[in-house]
C-alpha cells in the first residue's frame, strides 16, 4: 500500500476508540522510525525469534507483496535482528514493513531502504545463526497480541493492529 493510501491511525483510533472486542489495538508508543518510509500498512506476517535472525532473513528474501513483517525478537537489546542487508532485501521484494521487537543495525543503511521499518532502538551487534524459531504464529509485541493474517497501519504517530483490513 502506498503511503499516500495509508490511512492516518489517529483517525483510525477515533473510529475504533470506544471497540473494546480486541479485534482493534495499539501497540505501545516505544518504537523508532529507521526505514525511509513513514508511513506503511498491510497484512501481517508473523516471526518469532530470540537473538538469530535467521526467519527473518528468509522472510525478507521472499516476495513481501505489500505485507508487513512483525517480529517477536523478546524486545532483546543485545543483538539486532535486521540490519542494512536485509532492509535492502525488504524493500526489493516488495515488503511495506517491517516491526520488530527488538533492534536493527546499519542505521544509515537502513534510512535509505524504501520500506517502513520500526524497531526499539539500534545495536551494532549482529545475531548468531542457530536456526532457531517459528514463522506464522501468534506473537505477543510489547503486550500485544499480533496474529498472523492481521492488518497492521502505522504512520508518524504509531502502530495499530487490526483483525481485518480498514481500507
Same mark, same amino acid.
Given at each position: 500500500?502506498?503511503?499516500? =493510501?495509508?490511512?492516518?491511525?489517529?483517525?483510525?483510533?477515533?473510529?475504533?476508540?470506544?471497540?473494546?472486542? %480486541?479485534?482493534?489495538?495499539?501497540?505501545?508508543?516505544?518504537?523508532?522510525?529507521?526505514?525511509?518510509?513513514? &508511513?506503511?500498512?498491510?497484512?501481517?506476517?508473523?516471526?518469532?525469534?530470540?537473538?538469530?535472525?535467521?526467519?527473518?532473513? =528468509?522472510?525478507?528474501?521472499?516476495?513481501?507483496?505489500?505485507?508487513?513483517?512483525?517480529?517477536?525478537? %523478546?524486545?532483546?537489546? &543485545?543483538?539486532?535482528?535486521?540490519?542494512?542487508?536485509?532492509? *535492502?532485501?525488504?524493500? @526489493?521484494?516488495?515488503? *511495506? /514493513?517491517?516491526?520488530?521487537? /527488538? !533492534?536493527? @543495525?546499519?542505521?544509515?543503511?537502513?534510512?535509505?531502504?524504501?520500506?517502513?521499518?520500526?524497531?526499539?532502538?539500534?545495536?551494532?551487534?549482529?545475531?548468531?545463526?542457530?536456526?532457531?524459531?517459528?514463522?506464522?504464529?501468534?506473537?505477543?509485541?510489547?503486550?500485544?497480541?499480533?496474529?498472523? /493474517?492481521?492488518?497492521? !497501519?502505522?504512520?508518524?504517530?504509531?502502530?495499530?493492529?487490526?483483525? @481485518?483490513?480498514?481500507?
Amino acid at each position: 500500500m502506498t503511503s499516500a =493510501a495509508v490511512p492516518a491511525t489517529c483517525d483510525l483510533c477515533d473510529a475504533h476508540k470506544n471497540d473494546d472486542s %480486541g479485534r482493534f489495538r495499539v501497540l505501545p508508543p516505544v518504537f523508532r522510525d529507521f526505514g525511509a518510509v513513514r &508511513r506503511f500498512a498491510g497484512t501481517v506476517v508473523t516471526v518469532k525469534c530470540h537473538e538469530d535472525n535467521t526467519l527473518v532473513k =528468509a522472510a525478507v528474501d521472499s516476495a513481501g507483496e505489500g505485507r508487513v513483517l512483525v517480529v517477536d525478537g %523478546g524486545a532483546s537489546l &543485545r543483538r539486532a535482528l535486521l540490519g542494512g542487508n536485509l532492509g *535492502a532485501a525488504a524493500a @526489493r521484494n516488495g515488503w *511495506a /514493513g517491517v516491526v520488530i521487537d /527488538g !533492534c536493527v @543495525r546499519d542505521v544509515t543503511e537502513l534510512a535509505a531502504c524504501q520500506v517502513g521499518i520500526r524497531a526499539l532502538a539500534s545495536v551494532p551487534m549482529p545475531t548468531e545463526k542457530r536456526n532457531t524459531g517459528q514463522r506464522d504464529v501468534a506473537v505477543q509485541i510489547q503486550g500485544v497480541w499480533v496474529r498472523p /493474517g492481521d492488518w497492521l !497501519c502505522a504512520d508518524e504517530d504509531g502502530v495499530v493492529v487490526v483483525d @481485518r483490513p480498514l481500507v
